[in-house]
């Protein structure tokens, strides 16, 4: 018989469904926060040969609790490598890595994030972080997956400056600006749902709604049109095994909160 589902926080929710899009024996390049959460959640569930990938060098870790960046020493516990940003880079240009994932300030219909500035970009309103290693891991991650917060101001119709490249222009861009065959946004998640791309046209396409969202919050938080399946399935919330395992993780409440 399930678990029975349980009470739970957005935060609780995001990382559960993402953790559950990575699979076992596959090889994840992971950023700062709720994407650490959402990997190590993966490893100490479906996916315990899941391997994981740090910027600064870390190579198949088993991560005891969740670290404060990608260079904390404990991203190195149980690793197979203590290497290099250098060696991390270089293993993701050759094409090992599946998957990628990134956070982003702005993402247009076609998947291209912002993370540089908002506003022009000679004259900007806010300067932000920039890229790190957001642009080499869009880039060159056979799939990338993006969480992040959806609203008008977010979802954008062009983004105000491509940090990292998505689908570009539409189907084929990527591919006629230089960039591997067969990578791009995989999925994106945010408070409202989970997205994907459509296969023609290379546009957001809704995948799944969280339980208690409805279309009208979808459309009411983009700036352009997604696109609306006929059937609109839900994610399945965060059973109380799993919150347990989410604050094993995180025991500070440093990113899912006490």
Same mark, same amino acid.
């Not at 315990?48 to 600064?56: V, Y």
């Not at 959806?150 to 954008?156: A, P």
């Not at 689908?167 to 600006?177: D, I, N, P, V, W």
């Given at each position: 018989m399930a678990e029975k589902e349980t009470n739970y926080t957005q935060t609780e929710l995001l990382a559960t469904v993402a953790g559950r899009?990575?699979?076992?024996?596959?090889?994840?390049?992971?950023?700062?926060? *709720?994407p650490m959460i959402a990997t190590m959640f993966a490893q100490r569930t479906h996916a315990?040969?899941?391997?994981?990938?740090?910027?600064?060098?870390?190579?198949? /870790? %088993?991560?005891?609790?969740?670290?404060i960046s990608v260079g904390d020493s404990r991203t190195f516990y149980k690793a197979i490598a203590a290497s290099s940003m250098?060696?991390?880079?270089? *293993? @993701?240009?050759?094409?090992?890595?599946?998957?990628?994932?990134?956070?982003?300030? %702005?993402i247009d219909i076609y998947g291209?994030?912002? $993370? @540089?500035?908002?506003?022009?970009?000679?004259?900007? +309103?806010?300067? *932000?972080?920039?890229?790190?290693?957001?642009?080499?891991?869009?880039s060159l991650c056979q799939k990338t997956i993006v969480i992040?917060? %959806?609203?008008?101001?977010?979802?954008?119709? +062009?983004?105000?400056f491509i940090t990292t490249p998505g689908?570009?222009?539409?189907?084929?861009?990527?591919?006629?600006?230089g960039l591997p065959e067969g990578g791009g946004p995989y999925r994106i998640i945010t408070?409202?749902?989970?997205?994907?791309?459509d296969d023609k046209t290379k546009k957001m396409k809704l995948l799944f709604l969280h339980p208690g969202v409805n279309l009208e919050k979808v459309k009411e938080n983009?700036?352009?049109?997604?696109?609306?399946?006929?059937?609109?399935?839900? @994610? $399945? /919330? /965060? $059973?109380?095994?799993?919150?347990k395992i989410l604050h094993e993780i995180d025991p500070t409440g440093m990113a899912i909160g006490k």
């Open positions: 899009l990575l699979e076992d024996k596959k090889s994840v390049f992971v950023g700062t926060g *709720l315990p040969k899941l391997l994981i990938f740090f910027e600064a060098g870390s190579m198949g /870790p %088993q991560v005891p609790v969740l670290p250098h060696d991390s880079m270089s *293993l @993701t240009q050759a094409g090992y890595m599946d998957y990628g994932f990134l956070g982003a300030a %702005q291209n994030i912002n $993370t @540089t500035v908002i506003g022009p970009y000679d004259n900007f +309103k806010v300067r *932000l972080p920039g890229s790190g290693g957001a642009n080499d891991v869009g992040m917060r %959806q609203d008008k101001l977010r979802f954008v119709e +062009k983004v105000d689908y570009l222009s539409g189907k084929g861009a990527r591919e006629e600006a408070q409202l749902g989970v997205y994907g791309f983009s700036s352009f049109d997604i696109i609306i399946p006929d059937k609109i399935e839900f @994610t $399945t /919330p /965060p $059973t109380e095994k799993e919150r």
